[in-house]
């Protein structure tokens, strides 16, 4: 009996030790398995350890990113600098008589009150024998709009581009996402195995191209909106600069009817 006891208490001794062994192994292995895991799932390493296709999206979609934001910096340029060209030249028209006074305080601007006194002046030369004053108003509204539109079309340049950045690059992360975890449950089939270690990588380099996808789109949104409100104020600029060249004319041809009117009466 005192036999069988030692026996038992022996081969439970043997049983716990070589479990603690295996489980300070297991321990060991796991350690070594998240510092290479660590190592290897970094954005670099995930975007090199990737799928062609995922790669491909990633590339497209970092790409747009960096259009998004050089389209903001020359969108920034472009509307401060118009925008103060605009203010100028009304200040400079606001102390003229007469659009020939106007063409000239305008002769160095870049603006589109210069477009807009040039039209003026070509449509009155052009309906310089027209009969009524009305008639070349209307001729000259007409062009007024013609420019207008050809300003507004110029300042929107790019805003397309960024609204279909901002509605697609979620999707097209998306399907790199979709793409990437197909092909890690592939690999798990092939490696018959369920391991978070096998599993984990392949899944995060679809989630990256999710969250590039994210990182495109988000400021794409924010930026269109902030421009088309930009946009918005510039236009209203514009159309006080063509208001004050069209009230110029008027006053101009109030003076060139006046005066035959004046002989006639004496």
Do not use: C
């Not at 210069?114 to 001729?139: G, H, Y």
């Amino acid at each position: 009996m005192r036999r069988f006891y030692f026996a038992v208490l022996g081969v439970f001794g043997t049983f716990v030790g070589t479990a603690a062994w295996a489980q300070s192994d297991v321990v060991l292995s796991a350690a070594k398995i998240g510092n290479a895991g660590l190592h290897d799932l970094s954005p670099w390493s995930m975007f090199t350890s990737a799928d062609i296709v995922v790669q491909s999206v990633m590339v497209g979609l970092a790409f747009a990113s960096l259009m998004t934001w050089t389209i903001f910096v020359g969108k920034f340029i472009e509307l401060a600098m118009a925008r103060r060209n605009v203010v100028r030249a009304l200040r400079r028209m606001s102390a003229t008589h007469s659009l020939n006074e106007a063409q000239a305080s305008l002769a160095n601007d870049r603006s589109v009150s210069k477009k807009f006194v040039a039209t003026a002046l070509d449509e009155a030369r052009l309906s310089a024998d027209a009969d009524s004053e009305d008639n070349i108003k209307e001729r000259v509204a007409s062009r007024f709009s013609e420019v207008t539109r050809a300003e507004a079309r110029r300042v929107r340049l790019g805003m397309g581009l960024l609204a279909t950045i901002g509605a697609t690059s979620p999707f097209v992360g998306l399907f790199g996402t979709v793409w990437g975890i197909m092909n890690s449950f592939i690999g798990i089939s092939k490696a018959q195995t369920t391991n978070l270690a096998v599993v984990a990588p392949g899944i995060a380099e679809a989630l990256l191209a999710t969250a590039i996808g994210l990182v495109a789109a988000i400021p794409a949104v924010i930026i269109y909106n902030y421009y088309a409100r930009g946009i918005k104020n510039y236009l209203e600029l514009v159309n006080q600069a063509a208001g004050a060249v069209g009230r110029q004319l008027s006053r101009d041809l109030g003076r060139m009817y006046a005066r035959p009117l004046g002989r006639a009466a004496e």
